[in-house]
């Protein structure tokens, strides 16, 4: 019996070895580890189904996803398969490796967060078509933690070349502040012109719409400020006859509401601010099971050091909200953490470079501040839900 047939042998799931073993019962003259090899050798690549149309140009109003779809790769006739979706762009070896859950052979991405992808990842330019390449990567399945042991069998789908023309993602989408008497804390600024506290945080996902969640009480009033208008009376969103205009009375919670946790939803036209196309929009929210901290800190190098925190300030109004104002990042690493411990931190993803955009937590690795990303910024982040932004203040 060869090396790899051992090897085979001893990784391998059980279930798969039974299966193999019931395809070549009574043939009891034969190996049945030569049999292994021989059906899972007799393998066939998915084939992918062409989507309705090969060119695609996404804009900041782009909604919807890019559906994909493939037959089954082939491992013998009954042997099951994991799958990749794999992204790759003409003239670079960068690409984008996306898991497929198992047991599926489609998938949906997300306009917006394929753009972000596309720009920041495959490095394609803004608004210049690009060919970018699909395949799918199929693997038999075998025991988690196993698969590497099954690479001798990966199959690659021919690839299905489409024309991609992104949006530069990395521009910074126009701010917006709610200003107004929101919760009735104590201290709490409610009608300052210049309160850019309560920022709205731009969906990765949508390039619609906007997001603040935090506690308001019952009466809560307020306007929305655009980023040019903090500092004066002007140009500012309120509602009138039920639509948000820029001479509208305050804008308050359904008549009705109890005082609570609300997400608040706004959503507008990136492009220029039409008021006409502008909705808000108020949903109830949960966050009994959600802990209030005392502190947040920037600890890292980026920051002081692994040792002391830079710390945010709380917002007055709302305690799960944390504002740096003004602070310097150096080159260097950094995460978020909760009350100057690790009980609970937050940090971007592997392939995150540092986020000087919208986002929301959802992995644990350091952050990394490049030389030319070094510098002077307003930090928002949230601690109910990980939306944070950095805005760069020094360009």
């Not at 990395?170 to 929101?182: E, K, M």
């Amino acid at each position: 019996m060869t090396q790899t047939m051992n090897r085979i042998y001893h990784l391998a799931s059980a279930t798969l070895v039974a299966l193999i073993l019931s395809l070549v019962a009574g043939c009891s003259t034969e190996d049945p580890m030569e049999s292994f090899d021989a059906v899972l050798s007799s393998k066939s690549p998915a084939v992918l189904d062409q989507p309705a149309s090969s060119e695609l140009t996404i804009t900041p109003e782009s909604s919807g996803t890019l559906d994909l779809s493939w037959s089954a790769a082939k491992y013998g006739d009954k042997i099951p398969a994991t799958y990749t979706v794999i992204l790759s762009r003409e003239g670079s070896d960068k690409r984008l490796d996306i898991p497929v859950p198992a047991g599926t052979r489609q998938i949906s991405l997300p306009l917006q967060e394929l753009n972000k992808r596309l720009v920041t990842e495959l490095e394609m330019e803004g608004d210049t078509p690009g060919k970018v390449s699909v395949t799918v990567e199929a693997l038999p399945l075998a025991d988690k933690g196993n698969d590497h042991a099954l690479e001798t069998y990966k199959t690659t789908s021919a690839p299905l070349e489409l024309t991609i023309t992104p949006f530069f993602a990395t521009s910074r989408p126009d701010l917006y502040f709610l200003v107004g008497n929101l919760s009735g804390r104590d201290g709490a600024p409610v009608w300052k012109e210049k309160n850019n506290d309560h920022l709205l945080f731009a969906d990765d996902n949508n390039a619609l719409a906007y997001h603040y969640y935090g506690y308001l009480k019952a009466d809560a009033a307020f306007k929305i400020f655009p980023e040019a208008s903090i500092g004066a009376w002007k140009n500012i969103l309120g509602l009138k006859d039920g639509k948000l205009d820029m001479n509208g009375d305050d804008i308050k919670l359904p008549a009705g509401s109890a005082a609570g946790y609300y997400h608040v939803t706004f959503t507008v036209n990136r492009g220029k601010l039409d008021p006409a196309q502008a909705t808000i929009s108020f949903t109830s929210i949960d966050v009994s099971s959600k802990p209030t901290f005392d502190k947040i800190g920037i600890i890292g190098t980026a920051g002081i050091d692994w040792d002391h925190d830079l710390f945010l300030e709380q917002s007055k109004t709302e305690p799960h909200l944390w504002i740096g104002r003004e602070i310097v990042l150096k080159e260097g690493d950094f995460k978020l953490r909760a009350n100057a411990a690790w009980a609970k931190s937050w940090g971007g993803q592997e392939k995150d470079q540092f986020p000087t955009d919208f986002g929301i937590v959802s992995g644990g690795e350091n952050w990394k501040v490049t030389a030319k990303e070094a510098g002077k910024y307003n930090v928002y982040f949230n601690d109910l839900t990980g939306n944070y932004f950095f805005q760069k203040l020094d360009k």
